[in-house]
């Protein structure tokens, strides 16, 4: 399902990131806690055609891909209690479900759930009060920090993370030794890392 | 878990962030982000890449029907199944991957201080993974791994060139990286291996096993 044709290296077109206007958060909370439809269908309206494209980037056909963005979102509307606002930010764990989801496909259903969703349970014990902001600040930084990667660095990270290439298929892709793919990894974590660092 | 001194590579954990992984290497990762908070907060921040990303890829439309269908599936279940709770602690993620507990595995010999136990992959999946035992003060010869493999410490320890391994260690040698692992006088060693390659420990071990039997 993952096809290497779908790499185009290119610089992802950016949409306009309307998904803060009213915090993900608050309304994963409100499903959480309310079982709030209202919620739950704006949650549906901002991320489903993003995760449909993101599948769809993976690899998937967009039957495949618009099924597996509604599963991402049922998954979310079950495990909505499994959230915690203190624990990080909402679309962060919203994509690790949409991932593991991709990953499950294409391995057809794994017998063990191996990718954490985002979270570490200890977490809970200290949350510091300004956490979700900061969560959002990490963000914000780190799309600066991706959009001044040097190209080649910024192709690689597009390539892995939005095309769904392993390394060794990006060196494949781009016709370099894997020991270069892994380099730029390296290079483009080291300064999303440092941008984030004081946050932590 | 404290005293963890080996951790993967940042360029594996970033395969690891982005679901790039093969299963039998993402499985070891994951066995070692169960006990290593170090890595796991590594993980976090490279998840915010894929979250940034996902945040602004351009959005394609989703049909109508999908919608409705999808508010109409929780409807539906709303009523019989309840959502999930965070639920106390669970069984470790290496209880997962090896479907049960460590003191149960069924063992089989290899011969030479060395038993196994293979661990059945997804049908689409290739690669290796098994878990590994070596008897008290087994030396193996040198040997390269020439393809991605990685090493989970469950119990003993194992020293080489690059140090010493125990519990919660990962090793996440290069390529072509040369060793020569000594497993502990006294405990001995077992191990989680992943590799990319299916026949990988097929053609390795008779490597491993010549200068033992001379052949
Ligand atoms: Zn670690």
Redesign the pocket.
């Known amino acids: 399902m993952v096809s290497a044709q779908s790499g185009t290296g290119s610089h992802p077109r950016h949409a306009p990131a309307k998904a803060n206007i009213i915090p993900m958060a608050h309304l994963l909370q409100r499903v959480a806690e309310d079982r709030d439809k209202q919620a739950f269908a704006e949650l549906f309206e901002n991320f489903a055609p993003r995760i449909k494209a993101y599948m769809i980037r993976q690899g998937a056909d967009p039957t495949t891909a618009e099924e597996l963005a509604q599963e991402t979102l049922l998954t979310v509307w079950r495990k909505a209690a499994l959230y915690s606002e203190t624990k990080g930010s909402a679309t962060t764990w919203i994509f690790t479900i949409a991932r593991n989801l991709r990953i499950d496909r294409l391995r057809r259903e794994v017998p063990w759930q191996a990718l954490p969703e985002g979270h570490h349970e200890e977490a809970a014990d200290d949350p510091a009060p300004d956490e979700a902001v900061s969560e959002r600040e990490r963000r914000e930084r780190v799309h600066a920090v991706l959009a001044e990667l040097p190209a080649d660095q910024h192709e690689v990270v597009i390539l892995s993370f939005i095309d769904g290439l392993s390394h060794s298929e990006i060196a494949e892709h781009l016709d370099i030794p894997l020991g270069t793919v892994k380099s730029r990894m390296r290079l483009a974590y080291q300064k999303i890392r440092e941008s984030v660092e004081d946050l932590r | 878990m404290k005293n963890?001194k080996?951790?993967?590579d940042t360029s594996t954990?970033m395969s690891y962030a982005a679901g790039g992984l093969t299963e039998p290497l993402g499985a070891v990762v994951a066995a070692?982000?169960d006990?290593?908070?170090?890595?796991?907060d590594?993980l976090h921040i490279m998840e915010l890449i894929g979250s940034t990303l996902l945040e602004r890829i351009d959005p394609t439309p989703v049909s109508e029907h999908a919608k409705t269908d999808c508010s109409s599936h929780h409807h539906r279940r709303a009523g019989t199944a309840h959502p999930e709770h965070p639920s106390s602690k669970q069984h470790s993620v290496l209880h997962k991957i090896i479907g049960g507990r460590l003191d149960d595995i069924q063992w089989k010999r290899l011969g030479y201080g060395l038993w196994h136990h293979p661990i059945a992959l997804s049908p689409n999946c290739k690669g290796d993974l098994r878990l590994l035992k070596v008897a008290p003060g087994l030396a193996m010869p040198a040997h390269s791994h020439g393809g991605a493999e990685l090493t989970q410490i469950i119990h003993g320890r194992y020293t080489d060139e690059f140090g010493s391994y125990s519990p919660?260690?990962?090793s996440d040698l290069g390529d072509d990286v040369e060793h020569r692992p000594v497993s502990d006088p006294i405990e001995g060693c077992i191990c989680l291996i992943a590799s990319d390659r299916r026949a990988r420990f097929k053609d390795l071990l008779p490597r491993l096993l010549q200068p033992l039997t001379g052949f």
Do not use: A, F, S, T
């Open positions: 963890i080996h951790h993967p954990l070692h982000l006990l290593c908070r170090h890595c796991m590594e919660g260690d990962l």
